[in-house]
Structures are given as structure tokens and as C-alpha cells.
T-cell receptor, first 113, second 115 residues
Framework: TQLLEQSPQFLSIQEGENLTVYCNSS?????LQWYRQEPGEGPVLLVT?????EVKKLKRLTFQFGDARKDSSLHITAAQPGDTGLYLC?????????????FGQGTRLTINP | KAGVTQTPRYLIKTRGQQVTLSCSPI?????VSWYQQTPGQGLQFLFE???????NKGNFPGRFSGRQFSNSRSEMNVSTLELGDSALYLC??????????????FGEGSRLTVL
């Protein structure tokens, strides 16, 4: 099983600041997904990237898949308290019918008003 | 459409007991995966079922087992509970196909406390 390292593990910043969360591996993934989990709930999918170098934007969130498909980043612009949560990256192993996901340890983000 | 439903949401057991957790996937989703989430270990993959067959399995002892029914509903069982089994158990369903990229839709989880 491939491993995903997320950094930082914890991040606490003020409202309005920018931040970047990283997800790194020495292995190649067929896809990379980002989830956000709030207390008492299950993770919710934010985005899926599948092509090396791919960039996707979701309002103030920008996701990038590394050219070699081994790493990804999540950048949040002008963070808001509603962005608080646990951010998880997950890499897809295999393809087609037999794909499964490997999760990083998560980044716990707190945005202070 | 209805999301993934897990029952029970909370339960307390004592060491040595066994527990069964249930998961109803999104209608039309044939793949169900189970994960254990703890503060120290993060999300750990338990197993995945597709069409009543276990297709993938994580590195957990044999005390952890599961099954899937013909209607895609799934159950997982943990026997001889240990204190370290206290965790949030998450079920996720997925739409499987040739272009599948493995997106998971999670339930809210079953929080198990072992005393």
C-alpha cells in the first residue's frame, strides 16, 4: 500500500489569511481526491484530479495535482471560519473496477475570526 | 437522493463483547467500503465489498469481518472487542464503472466506545 504524507498536520490562522496544505508521496497515484470532514460527520468530497499538472478551482479553494501525479496541494485564499475542518487527501490505487483509496493523516485547519 | 446511512450512530461496549454495524449505501451504488478513524492513526481502510464479494482488504486482524447483501447493504462485525477498537467507523459507497475514479460518499459514522 502506498503512503500519503500531509503537511502541516495542524494549522491555525486568522480570517482573511491565505494557506496551503500539501499531500506528498513517493508513489504515483491514478487519481487524487480532497475531502473535508467536520466534527460529527463523515468526510465530504471536494474535488478529484486525475491528470498530472491539473488545476481545479472551487470558489476560494485551488487544487493542484503534481506533474508526476505523486503530490497535490490545496490552497485557500482569504480563509473564512467556515473553512474550519479536517482536510484529507486520498490517492487512488489501481484503476477501473478495482480502485481503492489511500488516505493521508489529515490537516486540521482552524480559522479564527 | 438519500445519502449513506449508518446505524447505530453511537454505541458503548465492554471488552470481549462483539458488535455489528450496518450501512445502507446510496441507491445504485454497488461498492461499499469500511474505514476506521482514530485520532492517532487517521483513516484506515478495513475492507471493500462489491456485489456481495470482498474485493479489497486492509491490514486488520481477523476479528474484523464484514459482508454485503444482495441489496448492497453491508454490515461489519468486530468480535472480542479490545479497548483499542474504540473509534469512528465510517462506511462509504461508490459508483463503480470502467471510468470510475473511486469517489467515496461517506456516512456520518458509528462511534464505538469500548470500556
Amino acid at each position: 500500500t502506498q503512503l500519503l504524507e500531509q503537511s502541516p498536520q495542524f494549522l491555525s490562522i486568522q480570517e482573511g489569511e491565505n494557506l496551503t496544505v500539501y499531500c506528498n508521496s513517493s508513489s504515483v497515484f491514478s487519481s487524487l481526491q480532497w475531502y473535508r470532514q467536520e466534527p460529527g460527520e463523515g468526510p465530504v468530497l471536494l474535488v478529484t484530479v486525475v491528470t498530472g499538472g491539473e488545476v481545479k478551482k472551487l470558489k476560494r479553494l485551488t487544487f493542484q495535482f503534481g506533474d508526476a501525479r505523486k503530490d497535490s496541494s490545496l490552497h485557500i485564499t482569504a480563509a473564512q471560519p467556515g473553512d474550519t475542518g479536517l482536510y484529507l487527501c486520498a490517492g487512488g490505487e489501481g484503476d477501473g473496477w478495482a480502485q481503492k483509496l489511500v488516505f493521508g493523516q489529515g490537516t486540521r485547519l482552524t480559522i479564527n475570526p | 437522493k438519500a445519502g449513506v446511512t449508518q446505524t447505530p450512530r453511537y454505541l458503548i461496549k465492554t471488552r470481549g463483547q462483539q458488535v455489528t454495524l450496518s450501512c445502507s449505501p446510496i441507491s445504485g451504488h454497488r461498492s461499499v467500503s469500511w474505514y476506521q478513524q482514530t485520532p492517532g492513526q487517521g483513516l484506515q481502510f478495513l475492507f471493500e465489498y462489491f456485489s456481495e464479494t470482498q474485493r479489497n482488504k486492509g491490514n486488520f486482524p481477523g476479528r474484523f469481518s464484514g459482508r454485503q447483501f444482495s441489496n448492497s447493504r453491508s454490515e461489519m462485525n468486530v468480535s472480542t472487542l479490545e479497548l483499542g477498537d474504540s473509534a469512528l467507523y465510517l462506511c462509504a459507497s461508490s459508483l463503480v464503472g470502467l471510468t470510475n475514479t473511486g469517489e467515496l460518499f461517506f456516512g456520518e459514522g458509528s462511534r464505538l466506545t469500548v470500556l
